[in-house]
Each structure stands twice: as structure tokens, then as C-alpha cells.
């Protein structure tokens, strides 16, 4: 009785929801040449994010780490009409942000203010677009704190066992590399090389524009048709899409003195906008479950196991544990997917995550950044903003089947990656382990 009434509380609060959203619909709009688009708000909050398109395929490995530099200089090395100091003092007297940050498929300069102080945070946000002066003393001070969060990142386990995991699993793909680069690479990096660089990305061709503000259209017009005036258009650019697929179980073993040994596994997963997509973000958000279930509480092999679904460009399903014993892991691991593959997930376990899901959906939309960079994910994945209005409708359509359908032909061969003790590792285990035929056969 307890979980119906939790359930009825859920889909209340949906239902609210999506009321609001349908009373303050988006829209979109071109202004020269680059697609901007308007989510009413209801609030005092003004959320733009430009986007820039591309990330990791817009450099070579060789410079990986430049797009992030340069993201950060635009605030931080301050702008031909104000100095660091002077930049952040005027955004600090209105308690407003602007900074950049980057992905691995799109970069975002974000700007955040109350509406009352938008004529004021404006032009600075602009100034750092269009004329950020990479000034030579800061970008030495960002660089070395670049330099200095990739070891302390190295440093970490998880950390390390993820860029491991993109390292081996990736390998020849662009995702294969990362967007803060590495130490030998940030070094090498000058102020005139990552300044060029931005400029060769700061184009018409690549650029989205999201609007999450009560602001008037001509305000916005008027705004933004005036930013992009002194930007170029560029050669025409569409994101890649790279679906990915494992044909044999592998792992690859690093030695490290740990406490503990790491072990993930990286496998196939829909490309955005497949028809499954859908159905197998829900099919592994259940299995997340069964994972914590089977590998923690029944077998107490890890304190902590993960399991999921990354849906960028380059979409991967991905399990993740610490443990002592990493080959216990992986039989209980390949047990468990075989008995799912062959049984399926329950009717109550669907719709139970269906709900689980989309509350919690729309619990991370409740700030109109949130809802901006939904907005921007939605719009540079999947080439349709408006998912993320009609996502709940989408989910709540799924069956059984197709949830079911989804993980089996997905969940396959499996690159692995170890970082630990040696010893305590049978490759065998691994290579053997979990071999159910070619996932994303005939995609």
C-alpha cells in the first residue's frame, strides 16, 4: 500500500509538471544563421547557455585539452575591455556567473543573473565570447591548475579507472580522448596557440543558443543578433555519431598498488535517436539495481558497484566495481546477465523505474539550468530540442518487451579494464565470462 501511494505521489507530481511546461512553451528561432532557442521560464532567473559543437572531434589527441584551456581563459584571463580583477568584480556585485566548460560532444558558455541586472551581466558575457584577451600572466596560473587537477585526478581510483576504461575501449575513436588532456599535453600549450584554436572553433556553423528567461523575443533578437555580428560562419559542421560494439570479450590489466582493485567494462549501447534508446536507459537503470543487489548485498563483493548508460555520441553501457576478489566478480556479473537475458526484467520492475525515472526527470528541471542544458544535450544528441518536453510521454509508452528486447541485443562482449594487483586477477575469467554473441548486430 505504502509504494502505490509513493507511485500516486510521483505521477502527481508529473502530472503537475507537465501542466507548467505546456503553459510556457518553448520556441525557436534563427538569427544569422545560428538556431536559438527560448524556454519561457516564469522566474526572474535569466539561464543562457551558447553551445559550441564538437568537442573531442574538433581536435587531434595530440592537443587534447585545448577546447577546456580555452573555455576557462575566456573568464579567467579576462577580456580587451576588462582585466581578470574587474571582470569577476562586476559579476560578484550582481551575483551573477559566466564561464565556460566542455564535454566531449559540445562545449557551453554559460551566463546566469537575475533579469533585473541582464542589461549589466550582458556585455561581459559577450566581452568573453568575442574578446577574451588570453592574457599571458593568468593563463599561466590556469595551465598550472590544469596540470595540477590531472594529477590529483590520477591520483584518484575512480578517476583513474574511467579514463583507463576510455582509454582501452575507445582506442582509434575520438572518445578515446580526453577533454582535459593530459599533463605532457597541457604543458606544451601556449596562450597565442589556445587563443587560435578557440577562434577556429568560435563559429556560426557550430553554435547553439539556449534561452531559459522571461525575456521579451525582441530583447533576444536584439541581444544575440548583435554577438553573433562579429562572429564568422565557418564551414558547415554536423557531429559524428559512433556506434560502438565489441567483437570479442578482452582485458586489459594495469598494475597499481591499491587498497582495493578496480574493474570496468565497457559494451554497446544505442546511438541518440535509435528507437530503443529509451528502452535501454530503462532497461539499465533496472539492472543497476539487480547489479547493487547481486554484487554487494547478496555477495558482499564490493562496497559500491555501478552500472550504467552513457548516452553520448559514442553511447556505451558500462559496470563498474572495487573489490578483493575480481573474479568472484565476474562470475556473479555473467550469471546475472545470463539470467536476465533468459527470464527478462518484471512487469513491476518496468513500470516501477518508468515512475523512478521521470520523477526524478523532472526533479533535475526545477532550475532553469538544468532545463538549458537539457535542452542543449537534447538538441546537439539527438537534433530535437523539443525531446526533452516530450520525454515523459516517450517513457511512459514503453513496454516489457521492448525494455527486454533492448538489453539483450545491447549487453554482449565486453572490454574490460583492471587497475590492481595482478595476482588477484584471472584474465581468463574475463575473456570467458560473459559471451553471448556480437551486440548491435546488423547496426
Not at 580522448?177 to 557550430?206: C, N
Not at 523575443?217 to 541581444?223: C, H, K, N, T
Not at 573474479?327 to 515512475?355: A, N
Request: one cysteine or more; charged letters at 25%; a positive charge.
Amino acid at each position: 500500500m505504502k509504494k502505490k501511494i509513493l507511485l500516486l505521489a510521483a505521477a502527481g507530481i508529473l502530472s503537475l509538471q507537465m501542466v507548467y511546461a505546456q503553459s510556457n512553451k518553448g520556441y525557436d528561432m534563427m538569427i544569422n544563421g545560428v538556431k536559438v532557442i527560448v524556454q519561457p521560464s516564469g522566474n526572474d532567473i535569466v539561464e543562457i547557455q551558447t553551445v559550441i559543437k564538437g568537442g573531442v572531434q574538433n581536435y587531434p589527441a595530440d592537443k587534447a585539452g585545448i577546447e577546456s584551456l580555452a573555455l576557462n581563459a575566456l573568464t579567467e584571463c579576462g577580456t580587451l575591455k576588462h582585466d581578470k580583477n574587474s571582470f569577476k568584480n562586476a559579476l560578484d556585485k550582481v551575483n551573477a556567473s559566466v564561464y565556460g566548460l566542455c564535454g566531449k560532444d559540445y562545449s557551453v558558455i554559460r551566463m546566469n543573473c537575475i533579469k533585473m541586472d541582464f542589461d549589466d551581466v550582458w556585455p561581459l558575457y559577450a566581452e568573453a565570447i568575442t574578446i577574451p584577451k588570453f592574457d599571458a600572466k593568468e593563463f599561466a596560473r590556469i595551465q598550472q591548475d590544469a596540470v595540477n587537477n590531472l594529477k590529483e585526478q590520477d591520483s584518484q581510483p575512480d578517476a583513474a579507472i574511467n579514463k583507463y576504461a576510455d582509454k582501452v575501449a575507445f582506442a582509434g575513436r575520438d572518445y578515446a580522448k580526453d577533454p582535459y588532456g593530459t599533463v605532457a599535453v597541457i604543458e606544451k600549450l601556449t596562450p597565442e596557440e589556445t587563443k587560435a584554436y578557440y577562434q577556429s572553433i568560435l563559429t556560426r556553423s557550430r553554435m547553439t543558443i539556449v534561452v531559459v528567461s522571461s525575456l521579451d523575443r525582441a530583447v533576444i533578437e536584439q541581444r544575440v543578433g548583435q554577438l553573433l555580428s562579429g562572429i564568422k560562419q565557418g564551414a558547415p559542421f554536423h557531429l559524428k555519431k559512433d556506434f560502438f560494439r565489441a567483437y570479442k570479450n578482452s582485458i586489459a590489466i594495469e598494475p597499481r598498488e591499491l587498497a582495493t582493485n578496480y574493474v570496468e567494462g565497457t559494451t554497446s549501447g544505442p546511438s541518440p535517436g535509435m528507437d530503443d534508446y529509451n528502452a535501454f536507459n530503462v532497461a539499465m537503470r533496472i539492472f543497476a539495481n539487480r547489479h547493487f543487489l547481486y554484487i554487494r548485498t547478496k555477495n558482499g563483493l564490493s562496497y559500491a558497484p555501478q552500472s550504467w548508460f552513457t548516452g553520448g555520441s559514442t553511447a556505451v553501457a558500462r559496470f563498474a566495481v572495487s573489490t578483493t576478489q575480481p573474479d568472484k566478480y565476474i562470475e556473479v556479473f555473467s550469471k546475472l546477465v545470463d539470467t536476465i537475458k533468459q527470464t527478462g526484467f518484471t512487469k513491476d520492475e518496468v513500470d516501477d523505474m518508468k515512475v523512478t525515472y521521470l520523477t526524478g526527470f523532472y526533479y533535475r528541471q526545477e532550475t532553469n539550468q538544468a532545463q538549458a542544458a537539457s535542452i542543449a544535450a537534447n538538441e546537439v544528441l539527438f537534433d530535437n530540442w523539443r525531446r526533452s518536453m516530450t520525454l515523459v510521454d516517450d517513457v511512459k509508452k514503453l513496454t516489457v518487451t521492448q525494455v527486454n528486447d533492448a538489453f539483450r541485443k545491447y549487453i554482449g562482449n565486453i572490454v574490460w579494464v583492471y587497475q590492481g594487483d595482478p595476482k588477484k586477477v584471472t584474465a581468463q575469467a574475463y575473456i570467458n565470462g560473459l559471451n553471448r554473441g556480437d551486440a548491435g548486430a546488423g547496426q
